[in-house]
């Protein structure tokens, strides 16, 4: 059995690992783009922040596809999928044959069409390695840098390079910052602690045109600046499997096999449009753990085995300077809420079951939560009162207890 | 592998497997050292449940249970499994996003004392006890170790 796996992020990792658990032997081909070992892609804003070093940055061992028996060939980019011909073209026209191909092509970064953009000197997106080093190397305590987005790649972006230049000014069409994940009441709390630190918010507004160092909104105001970081949101390379005739909506349409439409050619991670148990309908979820659920899946189902990934669903923990957010599900139906000065949780249930939260600085346990979710668990079978308190097992019952606790799990 | 399993109705809540966790792995050689350093130091990797005065205790640490799903979320790379399945944390690798802590269903993985990186049970490997602390000194077997 021939493996060929295009990509080598998380859901590529993923696979590698799926197939093994099965297929000691079969033959396993990476193909990148990217010239780089297997780095944690989040990471990257540590790193600029000083957090993590290089070296550190790796996401599995120096080793791992030497145990694994892994054959890479990084820095090659794939032109095209020859779904009947069982085999993928590259760039130079090398091909590679396959049994079974997985498409793990991510996202590239977004750049909405902007007057001037082609004059600006010094601008970047901020989402690979390679972003980080060429953005690092532009940093100096001088220099003011715009920041084009406040979701959670720009804002991470922020923490990383806000004690390395003199001024970060953030503008967003949305009326709020994080605008994915948070809503009002949790977006005010982290923008109250960002512009303490010093970073400055621009909402409600675009940057339409740029004249060399200044960038001129849509609201009329004109902003100066010496670094452009875009980061307005990804879209997904559907490209490889939609000119091959696979079935593509936004993302490549997969099943909870992770099966494409096209026969052995599997799909996983942010190119990928799999089931999300919290809205029951396929999304793209172009998070880290859920691209290493769809990529373990496709990886097992690829080596025989038989695995569905059916409880996808949005989850994200983030922190900005010690603070912390974390989120899960839809902020749907009815809501209970608890807010101090530095802490915010509020519970989301419907149709007496929890179907989302939003956690800042109290978020102990929080997992428990999680799986309330994701096992759709009948409210009324635990004590939600205590867990309102705080996520706990106590508000299980004795029996559901004790298959936690009292026997391998 | 042997594991830690719990029975609940043995537990008296003493949190006494609490201390012996703290102590095991703050690297001081006497108890009575910890007394006002517990939460800056080093905090306990098992939590006792259930209210001083309530009738139901029992001690939840990680499980090191089959799916893994802090391993198969960690962002960084940071958390693992070993070939005989006990879930390690590499805290020179971890950032501190607290996935681990938003999927973890037993509530089992928590931030260490500097907020910095995460942290769970290991089973005592990573301390000079060797093998777990909290069971050695449980004294109605509520904590046990061993194969199921």
Known sequence: MKYVLIGNSTAAVACIEGIRSLDKDGEIVVISSENHHCYGRPLISYCLLGRVSKENMLYRPENFYKDNGVKTMLGRTVAEIDAAGKKVVLENGESVSYDKLLVATGSRPFIPPMDGLDGVKDKFTFMTYDDMEALGSALSPEKRVLVIGAGLIGLKCVEGILARVKQVTVVDLADRILPSILDAAGSEMIKSQLESLGVKFVSNDCAVKFEGNTATLKSGAKLDFDILVTAVGVRPNVELVKNAGGEVNRGVVVDAKMNTSLPDIYAAGDCAEGYDMTIDAKRILALLPNAYFQGRCAGINMAGGVESHMNGMPLNAIGFFGSHVLTAGVYEGEAFEEKTASTYKKLFVKGGRLVGFILINDFLRAGIYTSLIRNATPLSEVDFELLKTEPQLLAFSKEVRAQKLARKV | ?148
């Open chain 2, 1 to 148: 592998m042997k594991r830690i399993y719990v029975n609940e109705k043995w537990c008296l809540g003493c949190h006494l497997c609490e201390y012996e966790c703290a102590f095991a792995n703050s690297g001081l050689d006497k108890m009575f050292k910890l007394k006002g350093r517990m939460g800056e130091l080093v905090t306990p990797r098992i939590k006792v449940e259930g209210e001083d005065k309530g009738e139901i205790h029992f001690a939840v640490n990680c499980r090191h249970c089959t799916g893994s799903i802090c391993v198969q979320s960690c962002i960084a790379g940071a958390l693992s499994k070993t070939d005989d399945g006990m879930v390690v944390i590499d805290k020179n690798k971890c950032v501190g996003c607290f996935t681990c802590v938003l999927v973890c269903p037993f509530g089992a993985i928590m931030p260490s004392p500097d907020g910095k990186a995460a942290q769970k049970c290991m089973l005592c490997t990573d301390n000079v006890k060797g093998e777990p602390n909290c069971v050695k000194y449980c004294p109605n077997n509520a904590i046990v170790y061993e194969e199921r």
